[in-house]
Nanobody, 117 residues
Framework: QVQLVESGGGLVQPGGSLRLSCTTSGIIYSLFTMSWYRQAPGKERALVAQITWDGKTNYVDSTWGRFSISSDQDKRTVDLQMEGLEAEDTAVYYC???????????WGQGTQVTVSS
């Protein structure tokens, strides 16, 4: 059974940093693409960053150079390091695991990130 549990969200001032972590279970990493998404109030859920089992990463333009996604397959975690946070980064952040063969996407419950002074 696949389970994804996000942690690390909170309130941070503009320019600050946060590290989100997604603890996974039931994942065979070579069969999934792991991603972080976010959903801001009144907006649709949107991709933030992706990582494959062999370490290839992909970022959306708005987070390029500020966010970094990584995975530790021994610890079974997928992290999102966020630097230079802006008010526009305020959102609920979700971890996802999408099966390469099935296309089915699993989701965590989300963690709130609020950037405010």
């Amino acid at each position: 059974q696949v389970q994804l549990v996000e942690s690390g969200g909170g309130l941070v001032q503009p320019g600050g940093s946060l590290r989100l972590s997604c603890t996974t279970s039931g994942i065979i990493y070579s069969l999934f693409t792991m991603s972080w998404y976010r959903q801001a109030p009144g907006k649709e859920r949107a991709l933030v960053a992706q990582i494959t089992w062999d370490g290839k990463t992909n970022y959306v333009d708005s987070t390029w150079g500020r966010f970094s996604i990584s995975s530790d397959q021994d610890k079974r975690t997928v992290d999102l390091q966020m630097e230079g946070l802006e008010a526009e980064d305020t959102a609920v952040y979700y971890c996802s695991a999408k099966g390469k063969r099935t296309g089915y996407e699993y989701w965590g419950q989300g963690t709130q990130v609020t950037v405010s002074s």
